[in-house]
């Protein structure tokens, strides 16, 4: 009885909820057991780092949650939000335009016809690439197609009646390929989606010092079966700097262990 | 360098916020990662396409008038292309040529739309359905390696020397490259673009509209070109072997010229042919580069 009063608001309480979740590849002979009884909770509107070595099974894991693979084992509970993800590549469409890529996923979101335009000239002005809506994919760089998919990732958490209260934004390196200085002014933008839009966010990242510079919880994951190591909470006000002490102090302290965790496997 | 930019863009008077300054800087940055436009001339273009053609119609024609110079055989069977183009030239003025034409068109026309509407419905079955997939993925592919003549027995004793006939080995001929070009396209739509799609939230109709059939398109396209040359090589074996009536096409003016031993009107025929299957093969030529151009397949 008190166990499911107990548990009725902490049900509420995570916009995703995973409970023991493992993923595996292959057949029986060539099994690769990617996630290992992973379990996590994301509060609404939190911003959450995951952050592990090459290979430690975040894509996978982003890919569990977003519903495009079936977990092995444990459950997923998104309480039916709506979830959007922006992939590790830029996955545009490269037969149409860049306008054009983020408005086929507003039309996606209900958006009507003749607001579609606009919105996605918004988004692109957001991510500083107003000048480059009627360019195809490939005619840009890396970086900007990166750019791109994240204001098609941001399309995706909007829709018709504006409620975006409660998507969840799944981003797997969205940063990886840009340059410093593009990157900071991401970071800034990406905040202020998320605060603007009330948004819950699971992001991934090689880069330490990203990861405490957005997140309000970083959360560390072994390789090989992944696994939560530790979760770090980052108690530093916004809006920071990711070049300021509290910032590289923390990252220090995390790197350290997330060497240690690298380390287990080259004993 | 990329501090040169910067400062250049720095140069004009401050007016904006450092917003504004910021976003300049990042505009520099994406103009030096895009670089100048390397659009080659259409005029360059066109020259360094053509040259390679007509030096190999000059090398074709030195080479049939050195065979005719050999006296391998005599001048009236043999004509040399001296002989030869006059006699092209008085036909290309002549009416029942263009008739001939006409006719021959009409016929290749017809059957290679409806090559095209028998080879996207059993494409697209066949790439839906995996028992289809089974049961006739191999079949098409080798009905796409038999010798369209062959069909032309079974096809004159279900529809004697009818069109329906020359129609039926034409669809036989064609359908099964165009059939082929959209499973293949289908088929390798990225996986990544699919997920991308998944995410989107595209599903039934909207997914073949948005992403299966345009990321297919090239590969379509490239069994449409291969389906022609199949319709063009059928139609033709069908012509010659299926004469109708008093119909008039260029399968008859040729095994009429063949009968007349007028051989220099037999390779006016040859030529004609030739010119047109080269003209519609460029054709879908410059379709196919359109198309991968625009999806940035080119490299
Ligand atoms: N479809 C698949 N089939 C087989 N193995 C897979 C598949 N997808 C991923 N893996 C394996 O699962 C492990 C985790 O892969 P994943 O892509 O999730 O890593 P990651 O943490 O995202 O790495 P990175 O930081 O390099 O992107 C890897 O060892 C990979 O080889
Ligand atoms: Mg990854």
Known sequence: MTEAVTAAPSR??????????SKAFGSAKTRLLALDQVSLDVAPGEFVCLLGASGCGKSTLLNLVAGLDKVSAGTIDDGGARVALMFQEPALFPWLTVTANIELALKMRGVPRPD?????????????????????????????????????????TVDDTDATQGTVLLMDEPFGALDAMTRDLLHDEIERVWRDRGLTVLFVTHNVREAVRLGDRVVLLSSRPGRVVEEFPVPMDRPRRIDSPEVASLAATITDRLREEVGRHGA | MAHDTTSRHDAPPET????????????????????????????????????????????????????????????????????????????????????????????????????IAVGVVVGGLVSQFRVLRRAFGSLITGLQTMPSIAWFPLAILLFKLSESAILFVVVLGAAPSIANGLIAGVDYTPPILLRAGKVM?????????????????????????????????????????VIIGSTTSLGVLLSQARELNATADMISYMIVILVIGILIDQLFGVLDRAIRGRWGLED
Do not use: C
């Not at chain 2, 039934?204 to 070109?225: E, M």
């Open chain 1, 12 to 21: 509420t309480a995570a916009a995703v909820r995973l409970r023991g979740v």
């Open chain 1, 116 to 156: 579609r335009r606009p919105r996605a000239a918004e988004l692109l002005d957001s991510v500083h690439l107003a000048g480059f809506a009627k360019k195809r994919p490939h005619q840009l760089s890396g970086g900007m197609r990166q750019r791109v998919a994240l204001a098609r990732a941001l399309a995706l």
């Open chain 2, 16 to 115: 904006g916020a450092p917003g504004d300054r910021l976003n300049r800087e990042l505009a520099g940055l994406d103009a030096l990662e895009l670089g100048g436009g390397t659009g080659r001339r259409l005029l360059q273009r066109t020259w360094s396409a053509a040259w390679p053609m007509a030096a190999a119609v000059v090398i074709a024609l030195a080479a049939w008038q050195a065979v005719v110079w050999s006296g391998w055989k005599e001048p009236w069977v043999l004509p040399g292309p001296r002989d030869t183009f006059p006699v092209l030239w008085d036909q290309v003025a002549s009416s029942r040529f263009w008739k001939a034409v006409a006719l021959t068109m009409q016929r290749a026309i017809i059957g290679f739309a409806m090559s």
């Open chain 2, 201 to 241: 939230g595209l599903r039934g109709l909207n997914l073949y509209r948005h992403l299966v059939l345009p990321a297919s398109l090239p590969s379509f396209v490239a069994g449409l070109k291969q389906g022609w040359a199949f319709a063009w090589r059928s139609l033709m074996a069908g012509e010659l072997l």
